[in-house]
Structures are given as C-alpha cells and as structure tokens.
C-alpha cells in the first residue's frame, strides 16, 4: 500500500502517464510557476490541468529538468497561453536558441516537439525560489547528461526527474551514444542517499517516501544494465516506439518500421548491440513487448495506440 505523502501547501504535483512527465505547480504567492509540461501530443491537456490547478492565478516561469521531449512537449503552448518565461539547464542552451533537433535528440528518437525559447538558465549548484522555498540545483547526469534535480533542504523534498521512480529510473540514452551514462546514474544515486530526502516527487509516477527501497531497486535494475547493457537499449527501442504511436495514435506495422527504422537512434543500438538482427526485428520485439504490457494493441498489420 502507498504511503501517504505530506506536501506542503504551496506545492501541487499534476501526475501524468508514463511518457508524459509530470508536472510540478508552485504557488509563489500572487503568481505560480511549473516545472515539466510533459509530452507534445499532450499539449491541450496539459494546458487544461494547469488552468484547473492556477484558478485564475499567472503563470510566470516554466523551469525544465531537462530537455527531453516528454519534460519540454508542452512549453510552447503554456509559453503562448501566459507569456511565462522558461527556464533550462545551461547544458543545451546553444540548441534551443538555434532549435538544433539533433543536438536536442528530437530528431535522433523520432519524437516531437514544439518549438519553444528559453530566457534564462538553471545552473547546477544555484538555488531557485518556487513556492515560497530555496530549491538548489543538483546536477543529475546518466539519464541525460545536462538533466539536473531541484532539492529543498528544509522540506526535504527532492524533484529527482528521471534519476530516480519509486520503481527504477529513466533509460541511460548516453550509452546508445558510446559515452559513459551507468556510472553517472550510480554517482546520483549515492548522491540521493547521503542527503536522504523525506519525500521524493518523481518525473513519472506519484510522489513517494519509502526513499530506501526505490534505491535499492533502482541499485539492482543498475546492475542489472551494466552486466547486460542491450537491455538498456531494449528499453530505448520500446520508448521510441511508443512515442511514434502517442502522435499517430493508429498505423500500419509497416510505417512504424519506416519511421523508426529511419532514425539515428535505432540504427545506432542496432549497430551496437544487436548486430546479428535487422532493424526490422528489434522494432518487432519492441512492438511486441508494448503489446505484452498492455500500452498497445496488434490488430493484423496495424498497431494502435493504448493510453496508460
């Protein structure tokens, strides 16, 4: 049975589905401020929960965790709606001002998103006043290397993004690149521990306090990817998938295989870890184990789209 979670008054988290994150409201006073707008496809709804949430009050900033597609979809529409201004980890900066969908991964993944502009940047180490508490910028590089966290010291109550679910964490993306990405997530996680925060308000999933077991499992699924990394690129390959189908909704198999099989990524962990396969049988078993966990459904040639 889930924990009950104490958080403070000032603080609302707007829990979302497995590829859009979730979205974090802060009251600061006359005026609010987010972090996360999840997915592009998801947009209106996004826009919808967060005018029901904001009650008439402005929103002022959107503060991004990192620049991944399903934490940044909805920064345009709320960015157009309130004029708010957006807040980014430095480390992707010069692509957002230049909307470099490749150095940004939009267009290595396949995925979708809005183009947006940022205003100022949230540097690691830094504090940011939200609700009404100091939050310090943690850097949290393994998911994504320039992703960081938001802690407050006082509350302990930490904003992990995709560090750390009650039940593992985000794919480790820079490995598909070659570049280390399982030690860094191993160095977060011990980070996590030391400073033991009491509350833990994931970027996917409801909020949680039994802190100690999600390390623990996230440890083992750790160690888990690193004696067998192509699990890890598994993963990255059923994400790609799903997200095709979040903006399709419905498709002939045979045009998702020319989609992603068209994109870097998947040639990449092809290439990498499973070179005795064609592209067509990786997206194969990708397809067939969203089918098996319920997040879609095979009907002949067509795939279609199941919401979780």
């Known amino acids: 049975m889930t924990r009950p979670v104490a958080l403070p008054s000032t603080l609302t988290v707007i829990e979302r589905g497995w590829l859009s994150s979730n979205n974090v409201l802060f009251d600061d006073g006359v005026c609010a401020s987010i972090v996360d707008t999840g997915y592009g496809t998801h947009a209106l709804q996004t826009l919808q929960l967060v005018r029901a949430a904001l009650a008439g009050k402005p929103l002022t900033r959107i503060v991004n965790t990192h620049l991944h597609s399903d934490h940044v979809g909805g920064n345009a529409a709320l960015q157009a709606e309130y004029g708010a201004s957006i807040i980014i980890p430095p480390g992707d ?15 290595p993944t396949g995925q979708y998103c809005p183009r947006f502009r940022h205003d100022t940047l949230l540097e690691p180490d830094a504090f940011i006043e939200l609700g009404r508490l100091a939050w310090q910028v943690v850097a949290a590089p393994g998911h994504d ?5 938001l802690y407050n010291h006082d509350e302990r109550i930490l904003l992990s993004a995709d560090a750390l679910w009650e039940n593992g964490f985000g794919a480790i993306f820079p490995e598909i ?17 030391r400073v033991q925060p009491r509350v833990v308000i994931p970027g996917h999933g409801p909020p949680f306090v039994d802190v100690a077991a999600a390390l623990d499992r996230a440890l083992r699924r750790l160690a888990a990817l690193e004696a067998s990394p192509e699990r890890n690129a598994r993963s990255i390959a059923k994400v790609m998938v799903k997200f095709w ?22 040639k990449l962990i092809n290439e990498r870890y499973f070179a005795d396969q064609t592209e067509a049988a990786v997206i194969e078993r990708a397809v067939a184990e969203l089918v098996a966990g319920g997040a879609a459904v095979r009907r002949g040639d067509r795939i279609d789209n199941l919401d979780d």
């Open 93 to 107: 900066a010069d692509a957002v001002a230049r909307w470099d969908e490749e150095a940004l991964s939009y267009a």
């Open 145 to 149: 290397p320039k992703m960081v966290m």
């Open 177 to 193: 690149e070659g570049e280390p990405g399982f030690a860094e997530e191993r160095s977060v996680l011990e980070w996590i521990d």
């Open 245 to 266: 189908l979040l903006q399709v909704r419905s498709a002939p198999i045979a045009d998702l295989t020319r989609h992603v099989a068209g994109s870097r990524y998947l």
